[in-house]
């Protein structure tokens, strides 16, 4: 069974660009979460998909946003970047409720 | 606002001690405490804890969780050097999971 993948594995972006990563889920899964992970720092939720809604959101700022596709696939889109964005964004799927949530292997994101 | 803390921040053994790490959290009404393990990228699962008391085991590394002094254990035995990573504690409450900065463990040869 394939595991969670995200792409790309690294992106290098410069400020006020725009930056989107992508998720696909692990089949059959259809809750996919965001995390950035910033340089020494736990993982900091960021929102929560699940059939095609936007379920929860973490505390960052609106130009941090995204989408479920109905194949249960998630963007994540980052506007105006900021060097502090600069981060492992993590993807996680579940089969529903936030329990137990199988990890990708992250996108680097380092905004110059 | 640390709704989850782990306790050592980091830590350096040796090949064959037992390691225990610890969780303490701050809310009550969660549904769930997971354990898991970052090596390089994506964390790996370890443990999913819901009843207090009951331990949960899988080869050499074992959790327990105390509803009542608030905290759960992570216990790993006989450490291998592939042991070393970044453990993670996570509570599932308010539709999100809330992770802890995590524990640096090293385990050398």
């Known amino acids: 069974e394939a595991g969670v993948t995200q792409s790309p594995t690294h992106l290098i972006k410069t400020r006020g660009q725009q930056a989107t990563l992508r998720c696909s889920p692990i089949?059959?899964?259809?809750?996919v979460y965001w995390y950035q992970q910033a340089l020494g720092l736990g993982l900091q939720f960021l929102l929560w998909y699940d059939e095609g809604e936007e379920r929860n959101r973490g505390n960052f700022p609106p130009r941090f946003s995204g989408r479920q596709f109905p194949n249960y696939s998630s963007e994540l889109n980052v506007n105006a970047l900021e060097l502090e964005d600069s981060a492992l964004y993590l993807c996680?799927?579940?089969?529903?409720?936030?329990?137990?949530?199988?990890f990708g292997p992250g996108t680097r994101l380092l905004v110059l | 606002e640390d709704k989850v803390v782990q306790s050592p921040l980091s830590l350096v053994v040796h090949e064959g001690d037992t390691v225990t790490l610890n969780c303490s959290y701050e809310v009550t009404n969660f549904r769930s405490l997971l354990w898991y393990k970052q090596e390089k990228k994506a964390p790996t699962f370890l443990f999913m804890l819901t009843s207090s008391g009951i331990e949960k085991k899988s080869g050499r590394l074992s959790s327990i969780l105390d509803k009542k002094e608030l905290s759960s254990i992570l216990n790993i035995t006989a450490t291998q050097t592939g042991d070393s990573a970044i453990y993670l504690c996570a509570l599932e409450y308010g539709n999100k999971l809330v992770f802890g900065a995590g524990t640096i463990l090293r385990v050398k040869s």
């Open positions: 089949s059959g899964h259809t809750s």
């Open positions: 996680a799927s579940s089969l529903s409720r936030p329990g137990t949530q199988y």
